[in-house]
Nanobody, 124 residues
């Protein structure tokens, strides 16, 4: 059974940095694509970043490009989201998701597994 456990959220000020972690277990993830999504109050869940576990290829939403960086640690089965220059509009619950097909879509419906989410709050 695949499990994804996020950690690293918190309350920070605008301009600060945070690193989110997603510990994955219960499968061999070498062919998966791993994504980060976020959902702010009253808004739909939106794509943030993707990484393909096999080759490390990445993709980012325009709103975070140049500020956020997604990476993986194969030995630890963990995916990270480094968030720099945070803005109040980055405030949301951040979710880690796994796509067993490895396609790595920006469409959340294609992801098989989800973590419980971690809250990120950026004050101005």
């Amino acid at each position: 059974q695949v499990q994804l456990v996020e950690s690293g959220g918190g309350l920070v000020q605008a301009g600060d940095s945070l690193r989110l972690s997603c510990a994955a277990s219960g499968s061999t993830f070498s062919r998966y694509a791993m994504g980060w999504f976020r959902q702010a109050p009253g808004k739909e869940r939106e794509f943030v970043a993707i990484i393909k576990w096999s080759d490390g290829n990445t993709n980012y939403a325009d709103s975070v490009k140049g500020r956020f960086s997604i990476s993986r640690d194969n030995a630890k089965n963990t995916v990270y989201l480094q968030m720099n220059s945070l803005k109040p509009e980055d405030t949301a619950v951040y979710y880690c998701a796994a796509d067993s097909t490895g396609v790595g879509s920006t469409w959340s419906a294609l992801y098989d597994y989800w973590g419980q989410g971690t809250q990120v709050t950026v004050s101005s």
